[in-house]
């Protein structure tokens, strides 16, 4: 019961959060404003706190909490959330590549991602595309460092 009232309270909160980022000026892909980006996470938010609730009156979660299968579910959400909000503290004294493969591969190991090796491999690739994405193609500052300006030099 606990579960679907939580699941019904994130549904509201996307939906709240939601209207009050379209409320920005979203603009266009060309020239996004600045409710750009809090509209597309509040979409994405929305969805996901959508297919939470589904499952969640569905009963699929209680009946993997009575199969004793889903112990790391209560675990994980606040080694999620613990991480996320550790990123940004260690994100200027660690430089963007190696704060943000910790907190990747953290994160992928909480959400027991296939294998360690295949989450090791994931985080490295996607925190160097992010690094090359935003420093390079779109030219946003990130905290650098000995690792960051190697890879910009290439």
Known sequence: MQEKAISLAVLIFA??????SIAL?????????????????????????????YRTFRGRAERAEKEGGSSWLKAAPLGIALATVAYPFILRPLNFLLSTFL??????????????????????????????????????????????DALTKL
């Open 15 to 20: 939906l709240v959060y939601l209207a009050s």
């Open 103 to 148: 907190v990747l591969f953290v994160l992928f190991r909480l959400m027991r991602y296939k294998s360690t090796l295949a989450s090791l491999l994931i985080a490295a690739v996607a925190t160097i595309a992010s690094f090359l994405i935003f420093a390079k193609l779109l030219g946003v500052v990130l905290p650098s460092g000995f690792l960051e």
């Open 25 to 53: 000026s979203v603009g266009t892909l060309a020239e996004p404003g600045p409710g750009f980006m809090p509209t597309a996470v509040g979409a994405l938010l929305l969805i996901v706190a959508a297919f939470y609730a």
